[in-house]
């Protein structure tokens, strides 16, 4: 909004020229949402107190998570309304990235909206049934899918590989389902991840930045000709949301570290996995992804071995699922585990990028 609110005004005051730079705007965007976490954080914890908004600790998982009963969790609101404002502030309105960004971050924060407050008012573990959860994330994820499908560009339907300078494919029309898969997972394994103080949260701040740097090579003609990556117009406007993204982030790992104040709960989880998901689909970086978010995707992996060992031979390969939990049960302490799996996030973030001058 501020771009085309004061840019216009550059023929009066030559420094509103600045407001035309993207990477201006998502430094700003970055600390926009940042201080959007510390102002109106603290004053979330006391409002989810008073509301006794704790979280549900599942009876079935670690005998230490026991005593994080009754922590505030919805803490997802702080990191959507963060990165709602500051994106609807400092990236293009004008771009229809913009509104189908807008549109995941509201759409999945309002699912696990709903999951959050069956858990914490109605008391119950489990929150919402697995089948209609599914359903809203589908449905939700369909209407994303075809809203870029009907904004297509000449890569939209191709896939890409890691270190191959050509699309490998053209899905056409299989591209719609596909992506949907894709986005549904994204979601679940973000969600999925979100266990232990910090950790989701933490993850989340590496591929925001490893994702403004990928979005804003895209979205320059000669930096994806020189790089001999696919070139996304306008997706350079995607790098303002990455940031806002880390921005978030890391105002609200300001509460959610060991021991945390705050867990952002299916609000926050939810919304971020669609929305890496939703930027990977952008900017043709599905494949990537699994590199850039590789400790979500062993997570949501060590479920799927898990549910598929048992049922197949009786017996489980991990000590709890998912991986976090397993580690957890070997005796490793809870920021041990975190701070372990941030350090295999930033290698998964490096080699991510690598793959630039790899191809």
């Known amino acids: 909004m501020f771009r085309e609110l ?4 550059v023929k009066y005051f030559s420094l509103f020229n600045i407001f035309q730079y993207i990477t201006f705007r998502a430094a700003y965007a970055a600390v926009t949402a940042l201080l959007i976490s510390f102002v109106f954080g603290p004053k979330l914890i006391v409002w989810l107190r008073k509301k006794k908004a704790g979280q549900e600790i599942r009876e079935d998982g670690p005998q230490t998570h026991l ?57 119950n573990s489990v929150g919402m049934k697995a089948k209609f959860k ?3 994330q589908t449905g939700l994820s369909f209407v994303i899918v075809m809203l870029i499908y009907m904004n297509q560009n000449d890569h939209t339907a191709l896939l890409y590989l890691p270190f ?7 899905l056409s029309v299989l591209y719609i389902p ?9 979601s ?25 740097v990928l979005s804003y090579l895209s979205g320059r003609a000669d930096y994806a000709e020189y790089l001999q990556i ?18 978030a982030c890391v105002g609200f790992l300001w509460f959610n570290a060991h021991p945390a104040e705050v867990m952002m709960g299916d609000t926050g989880s939810l919304s971020l996995g669609g929305i890496i998901g939703i930027i990977a689909l952008l900017i043709k970086k599905e494949i990537l992804l ?3 978010g590789g400790v979500f995707i062993l997570e949501i992996a060590s479920v799927i071995i898990q549910v598929a060992s048992y049922k197949l031979t009786g017996k489980r390969v991990f000590k709890m699922a998912p991986l976090h939990h397993h580690f957890e049960l070997k005796g490793w302490a809870e920021s041990k585990v975190v701070i372990r799996f941030w350090i295999l996030g930033g290698l998964f973030a490096i080699l991510s990028l690598s793959t630039l001058k790899l191809q």
Do not use: H
């Open 188 to 212: 679940n394994a973000v969600n999925i991840t979100d266990g232990l103080d910090g950790l989701a949260s933490g993850l989340i701040i590496m591929v925001g930045i490893a994702f403004a």
């Open 178 to 186: 596909l992506a949907v898969l894709f986005l549904v997972g994204t």
């Open 164 to 170: 191959l300078k050509k699309a490998v494919a053209d």
């Open 6 to 9: 004061l840019y216009p005004l």
């Open 134 to 136: 599914l359903f809203a």
């Open 67 to 123: 005593k994080k009963s009754g922590t505030p969790t919805m803490g997802g609101i702080l990191i959507n309304v963060s990165i709602s404002v500051s994106v609807f502030l400092w990236q293009d309105i004008r771009n229809v990235y913009t509104w189908i960004a807008l549109l995941g971050i509201v759409g999945f924060g309002l699912i696990g909206f709903v999951d959050d407050y069956l858990k914490v008012f109605k008391k």
């Open 290 to 292: 699994l590199i850039v």
């Open 230 to 247: 696919p070139y996304i117009q306008n997706s350079g406007e995607l790098s303002i949301l990455c940031l806002a993204v880390v921005g």
